[in-house]
């Protein structure tokens, strides 16, 4: 008997942390694991800096048990939403409180501003998630195009380095040989244990990144020997996001003419946007999203019947002027 006990008190469910710095690629990685053949059942917990819940929404994959986390960040005000959480998916893996959820796995990704340490530490100061859980890897994206920059100055996108088992050098596309070459040797420096991968789009194999048991707590307290013990943990705020919402359509040349037009001189102030527009005579919501002056919008999937259909654009940044931001957006309203 005490054996069997044993044997499932150490029956731990891996958990994979996914962070990165803001657009470096998590959710194209999550994506790209999610529609993955691997065999893994993967329960997913997404954490948003900002109201709206624009990554879920961009998130495939619709099997998945996907948990969201709003109005805060994972390291800080909504880390007992985590905990939370955590216990929550424990409780319904063997159907209790009337709940099942079945799944082999977590994977939770973290906002691009979240500092992973507290986050990790909750895995070993909690108690009642470390007997149900163990952590199986952090996997960091690395941004090739814009990570010298954030490196320079952000303590987040420092730590995610530092803390992580796997860096994927995303976005290679983006950046010339020397570069990519020069950032290897920066992150290197930096994190001397991490397995580093070259990737285009988060393209890994994802064995590479789930079930590698690659997290070691004596590594970490190597690189920092307090950090179980550290409270407080430093941001950088003077990152603010704004949330713009438009219920009337909006005309999608004035929106790409509008922000554009900002971004050729602010683009270094912002780090990140994304939303979804409703945007006149169109069928489909129109994605909108890109990473300093880095833009695009597409065509997603058409509004559903009885969708609300609303314009909602999230910007992540330095400098913002709400004030500003709305009454450009409202000016694109379609005539
Ligand atoms: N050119 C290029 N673009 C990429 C690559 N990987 C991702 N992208 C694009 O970069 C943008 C940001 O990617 P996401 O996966 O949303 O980044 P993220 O890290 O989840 O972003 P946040 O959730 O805002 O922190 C999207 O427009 C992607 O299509 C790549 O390897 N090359």
Request: proline content about 2%; charged content about 30%; aromatic content about 8%.
């Amino acid at each position: 008997m005490a054996v069997e006990m044993n044997t499932v008190s150490r029956e731990r469910i891996p958990v994979t942390l996914l962070t990165g710095f803001l657009g470096a690629g998590k959710t194209t990685l999550l994506n790209h694991i999610l529609s993955a053949n691997h065999g893994h059942k993967i329960a997913v917990i997404v954490n948003e800096f900002g109201e709206v819940g624009v990554d879920n929404k961009l998130v495939v994959g619709a099997d998945e048990e996907i948990f969201e986390m709003n109005n805060g960040c994972i390291c800080c005000t909504v880390r007992g939403d985590l905990i939370r959480i955590l216990g929550e998916l424990r409780d319904a893996r063997i159907g209790k409180n009337g709940r099942k959820v079945d799944f082999d796995r977590v994977l939770i990704e973290t906002t691009g501003l979240a500092d992973p340490a507290p986050v990790i530490q909750t895995f070993y100061v909690d108690q009642e998630v470390d007997d149900a859980y163990s952590l199986d890897a952090v996997v960091t994206v690395v941004d090739a195009k814009h990570a010298e920059q954030h490196l320079d100055d952000g303590h987040e996108a420092q730590e995610q380095v530092a803390f992580a088992d796997v860096l994927l050098l995303n976005k290679i596309d983006l950046a010339s040989e020397d570069e990519v070459k020069s950032l290897e040797n920066r992150l290197r420096s930096m994190n001397p244990y991490a397995r580093i991968y070259r990737t285009e789009k988060s393209n890994i194999e994802t064995e590479k990144i789930l079930g590698i048991n690659a997290f070691d707590i004596s590594k970490k307290l190597e690189i920092d020997p307090g950090f179980l013990e550290e409270e407080d943990h430093e941001h950088d705020n003077s990152v603010t996001s704004i949330v713009l919402r438009e219920e009337k359509p909006l005309d999608l040349r004035k929106v790409e003419k509008w922000l554009f037009g900002w971004l050729t001189t602010h683009g270094a102030d912002v780090f990140r946007y994304k939303g979804f527009l409703y945007i006149n005579n169109v069928k489909q919501r129109v994605l909108i999203q890109g990473v300093h002056m880095l833009f695009e919008s597409a065509g997603d999937r058409p509004w559903k019947d009885g969708e609300e259909k609303i314009s909602e654009l999230v910007l992540i940044g330095r400098n913002l002027d709400s004030s500003w931001f709305q009454k450009g957006f409202e000016e694109c309203v379609a005539h």
